[in-house]
């Protein structure tokens, strides 16, 4: 062991590193949740959990994993029989196929193959007048796909169907812009462990209004997960059961660190919060060929994770071992049956481009002996990431000088010599 020291380092694509202020928020949120002191908290974390969103839609707040909220709208928007279309590329897409099968609906599943994004030509021609449900995610985490739900949104209303949108974005939030409102997304789904920078335990959704109203007729069973009666209760800040009340107020101290990155505008934060992991990703993609490796979705790559192919013949489970062994550094390795075949190193929350750099730096040290010389040298894949910062430093500050109304990125301090 060449280090006697480690300093462990997630970069995992949730559980993300948690933000400072937000440990110490939990640490201090000693109270009960049927005090006006709760309320006032529950109601001003809602309210920038709307801006943070980015709808004017009511948005409802769940004690429990994001799976609860994926399962939350198929409960409260099917009844046993409805067909859904599910479009999948990768173990989140397949999760939605599992849960309408629980609630005893009949999926029509369009599928890409894994690294790949939605075929929508497939998925317009699987769509049926009496589909009730289009399921999908914004980014496909298992896989470092980003999806176009812009073009899904699009698809519908174009076809006239009736069937509401509903979008796992637990990985999409913070690391792509989204526009439920402008391209009618009907729910919008949401999980506390990824770009909001906070432990696991709070899910959320975006409910349009088509939504609510279908929830009247719906007969599936819901009982914790009963959307419309959180909904009534949460307008007076109450949650129906007892809430994860330190969570909670991890969720506020994180929204205001990422509206403090734009002079206090929550809705430009997050804009710097998706630009902040766009440049992250970049980077990293930059550095992947240069350590010899390869991009799992070079097509259409999330901001918040990228999924890196090991050298022909190395198992990615020895590189995830040799990052933790050596550097005290966590990336995830592939679900399922891309286990052994990819790595993901996550660039969604609290991370900044000197975290990228760091991770980076670390899968050079893994990788040297395992490449001929001539193929690889020690700060190749460093100074790839580095022109990409470079590059992108200089574009978001011209923009910015262009309208000085627009972010300023805040993991790009001012004035840092470049
Ligand atoms: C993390 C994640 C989920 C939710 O997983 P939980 O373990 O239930 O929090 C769902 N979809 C995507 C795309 C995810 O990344």
Redesign the pocket.
């Known amino acids: 062991m060449e280090h006697m020291f480690h300093k462990t380092r997630l970069f995992t694509?949730?559980p993300t590193p948690l933000l400072p202020a937000a440990q110490f928020a939990m640490a201090a949120a000693d109270l009960h949740h049927r005090t006006p002191e709760f309320r006032a908290l529950y109601q001003r974390v809602l309210e920038q959990l709307r801006t943070f969103v980015g709808s004017t839609n009511d948005v409802v707040l769940l004690t429990?994993?994001?799976?609860?909220a994926?399962e939350a709208s198929i409960a409260n928007l099917t009844s046993p029989g409805d067909r859904v279309l599910v479009l999948t590329a990768g173990k989140?897409g397949e999760?939605w196929t599992g849960l309408a099968k629980a609630f005893g609906c009949q999926p029509d599943v369009v599928s890409a193959p894994y690294g790949q994004t939605l075929p929508l030509e497939a998925a317009q021609a699987a769509l049926r007048s009496d589909t009730r449900l289009v399921l999908m995610?914004a980014?496909?985490?298992s896989t470092g796909v980003r999806h176009n739900v812009q073009a899904v949104a699009e698809m519908l209303r174009a076809a006239g169907s009736d069937a509401l949108l509903v979008v796992?974005a637990?990985?999409?939030l913070g690391t792509t812009h989204l526009d439920m409102d402008a391209w009618g997304i009907d729910v919008l789904i949401g999980?506390s462990?990824?770009a909001v920078m906070i432990p696991?335990g709070l899910?959320y959704l975006a409910v349009s209004e088509r939504a609510w109203k279908r929830m009247e007729t719906t007969k599936n069973p819901r009982y914790y997960f009963d959307l419309r009666k959180e909904r009534k209760v949460a307008a007076k800040g109450e949650s129906a059961y007892t809430p994860g009340v330190a969570l909670i107020a991890a969720l506020g101290a994180a929204f205001d660190y990422i509206a403090a990155q734009a002079d206090g505008d929550l809705a430009k934060g997050r804009v710097a919060l998706v630009e902040n992991a766009e440049t992250c990703a970049a980077m990293m993609r930059a550095a992947v060929p240069a350590l010899g490796m390869r991009l799992f979705a070079p097509e259409a790559p999330a901001a918040?994770v990228t999924a890196v192919m090991p050298p022909e013949g190395v198992d990615s489970g020895i590189i995830v071992k040799q990052l933790k062994a050596r550097f005290g550094t966590i990336v995830a390795n592939g679900q399922g049956e891309m286990k052994g075949q990819l790595f993901r190193v996550a660039h969604l929350g609290f991370f900044d481009p000197l975290d990228t750099l760091a991770v980076i730096g670390a899968l050079e040290q893994v990788t040297v002996d395992a490449l001929p010389p001539s193929k690889f040298q020690l700060g190749d894949a460093l100074a790839a990431a580095q022109r990409v910062f470079a590059e992108r430093s200089r574009a978001l500050d011209k923009a910015a000088s262009n309208d000085s109304s627009k972010i300023s990125v805040g993991a790009v301090p001012a004035g840092v010599g470049r």
Not at 64 to 68: I, L, N, P
């Open positions: 694509p949730g429990s994993s994001g799976t609860g994926m989140f999760r995610q980014t496909e985490t796992d637990i990985t999409g999980g462990q990824k696991p899910a918040a």
